[in-house]
């Protein structure tokens, strides 16, 4: 470009436009006439006020819009600005017209035709929708020639911005995350819907409220975004039209893809290990809970301190949540190993302290009963059951984080200790499975094990599959195991005896206490064999 073409784009940022128009026919003229002189597209970011806050020299086929952070999203359904640029064939708006639309959630999209005369021509334009059940995410006008083209943006903007708000109808008072689940995974679809289902329990344990989900099979992963870029403009726009407020991936996600998502959607962005470690951090009560939680959060913290983004706020207080300069990360990063190193340490302690225990409880000679099992399976329900105790019921996921121990009376003045342990689940991050198998450690000892399958699932066996890999992955493969399906209450009793039949399980339904007979029979027989069984 030469001197005099760089002035003339320049002054364009002396222009300004009334708040209720487009674009004036001057200024239109203007971008029209440099724009067919250039062989180039000209565009212009026009804000509410009518300041023009950038003007884009393109090529001849499209402009690259800048960041745009001068103006946040916030709680904002539009951004508060839009797009008014040239097309030199005078061609409708393009399909990354329609993208940067929907990813920048501009308030409206235009394009001009500059004529060979240098005149406007037809004048195209869009807007994004509100949320609506076809799903259809924008609209695009029909095209008009220019100096027929009459539309207040004061009062559309206004208007747009009130139905998007009043689509949405919500409690103003429920002040939980508003998610959007995602999974983008090649393996095969059903085991692709049942994780997501299963994601949608994590959520619900934290506190989340699930709005929508999205899934995606693509032969590769993209490892930018994980998933593809007409995904993420759909993904955009469901957020935005139904308020979402973070999105929950399914997958792990690395350091780059947390930021880069983050960046182009600017919400929080968390994977599922971030999920559990949420559920974790909530339900740890214990001084070993609290550590094994805090030494699990930093050792996943610790590869993501890089550099920018939000998705950590849920996790140590907010540590990463704006990115601090790089030698702030370095202080971080030397912090953080200076604490797990503190708490491996302590947790080593604390790991004596439950030996001592443990090995008091073996000299007693009272026999030891550890109730294993997916999370959710009903663990803490059997304990109380069997117990008569009154440890913490919830049908949610890791509702128990912390060992529970109770004493369970046989008749001939017979005890055994029974203890309740954290929930398996599958795909549980390594660093999360070292710390707690501390917790895990109160298994060791048990004379029987008892494996709780929740048989109303209908993916049981696949979680009996993980809680007997996970098992033999810690090195209690070799305790005598007992079968035990539960929830027979929620299944025809057909259809669950045969199962107990085929799997060689007994039936129980630890709600009802009348149905524990059989196992407590069982227990007293292998506790106690050839003395025979009284319950």
């Given at each position: 470009m030469k001197p005099s073409q760089i002035k003339a784009v320049e002054r364009i940022y002396n222009r300004r436009v009334p708040a209720d128009r487009l674009i004036t026919p001057e200024l239109a003229r203007y971008i029209t006439e440099i724009s067919r002189e250039l062989r180039r597209q000209i565009g212009l970011i026009i804000n509410r006020r009518g300041a023009i806050v950038a003007v884009i020299v393109g090529d001849e086929k499209e402009i690259i819009i800048p960041l745009l952070a001068d103006y946040p999203l916030g709680k904002r359904h539009l951004r508060g600005v839009r797009c008014v640029h040239t097309h030199l064939k005078g061609e409708p708006l393009t399909q990354d017209d329609l993208t940067d639309l929907a990813l920048l959630r501009l308030d409206i999209m235009s394009a001009i035709g500059a004529l060979d005369s240098g005149l406007p021509g037809d004048i195209h334009t869009a807007h994004l929708l509100p949320y609506n059940p076809e799903g259809e995410t924008y609209k695009v006008e029909d095209s008009v020639p220019f100096h027929r083209y009459d539309i207040e943006m004061d009062s559309f903007t206004a208007s747009l911005e009130a139905e998007m708000g009043r689509a949405i109808m919500r409690d103003v008072s429920d002040t939980r995350e508003r998610a959007i689940l995602v999974s983008v995974s090649t393996r095969h679809r059903d085991e692709q819907l049942e994780s997501l289902e299963e994601l949608k329990e994590l959520a619900r344990t934290s506190n989340v409220l699930v709005l929508d989900s999205i899934c995606q099979r693509p032969q590769t992963l993209n490892p930018?975004?994980?998933?593809?870029?007409?995904?993420?403009?759909?993904?955009?726009?469901?957020?935005?039209?139904?308020?979402?407020?973070?999105?929950?991936?399914?997958?792990?996600?690395?350091?780059?893809?947390?930021?880069?998502?983050?960046?182009?959607?600017?919400?929080?962005?968390?994977?599922?290990?971030?999920?559990?470690?949420?559920?974790?951090?909530?339900?740890?009560?214990?001084?070993?809970?609290?550590?094994?939680?805090?030494?699990?959060?930093?050792?996943?913290?610790?590869?993501?301190?890089?550099?920018?983004?939000?998705?950590?706020?849920?996790?140590?207080?907010?540590?990463?949540?704006?990115?601090?300069?790089?030698?702030?990360?370095?202080?971080?990063?030397?912090?953080?190993?200076?604490?797990?190193?503190?708490?491996?340490?302590?947790?080593?302690?604390l790991s004596k302290g439950r030996f001592e225990r443990r090995r008091k409880r073996a000299d007693s000679g009272v026999p030891i009963i550890s109730i294993a099992g997916y999370t959710n399976a009903g663990k803490s329900t059997l304990l109380n059951a069997l117990t008569k105790s009154g440890t913490l019921v919830e049908d949610k996921l890791f509702a128990t984080l912390d060992t529970a121990t109770r004493r369970l009376r046989f008749p001939r003045e017979r005890d055994a200790v029974i203890t309740d342990t954290v929930g398996f689940i599958k795909d549980l991050p390594e660093d999360l499975l070292k710390a707690f198998k501390a917790t895990l450690e109160e298994m060791e000892d048990a004379d029987i094990l008892i494996h709780l399958v929740d048989a109303s699932n209908p993916s049981f066996e696949k979680r009996m599959e993980t809680v007997r890999k996970l098992l033999d992955e810690i090195g209690l493969a070799d305790i005598p195991t007992l079968l035990v399906f539960n929830k027979a209450d929620l299944m025809d009793p057909i259809e669950a005896g045969n199962l107990a039949r085929r799997f060689d399980a007994i039936l129980v339904s630890a709600f009802k206490p009348e149905s524990l007979t059989p196992l407590l029979k069982e227990l007293e027989m292998r506790l106690w064999p050839g003395e025979g069984a009284k319950v």
């Open positions: 930018k975004y994980l998933m593809g870029t007409g995904k993420i403009k759909e993904l955009i726009v469901k957020a935005l039209q139904k308020e979402a407020t973070i999105l929950i991936f399914d997958q792990e996600l690395t350091p780059t893809q947390i930021r880069e998502l983050g960046n182009i959607t600017e919400l929080k962005v968390i994977d599922r290990t971030q999920l559990i470690l949420d559920i974790f951090a909530r339900r740890a009560h214990s001084r070993d809970g609290k550590v094994q939680v805090e030494l699990a959060q930093l050792k996943y913290l610790l590869p993501k301190l890089t550099g920018k983004g939000i998705s950590l706020s849920r996790l140590m207080g907010g540590i990463g949540g704006r990115g601090p300069g790089e030698t702030k990360l370095e202080v971080d990063r030397r912090r953080v190993g200076d604490r797990i190193a503190h708490l491996e340490k302590e947790l080593r302690s």
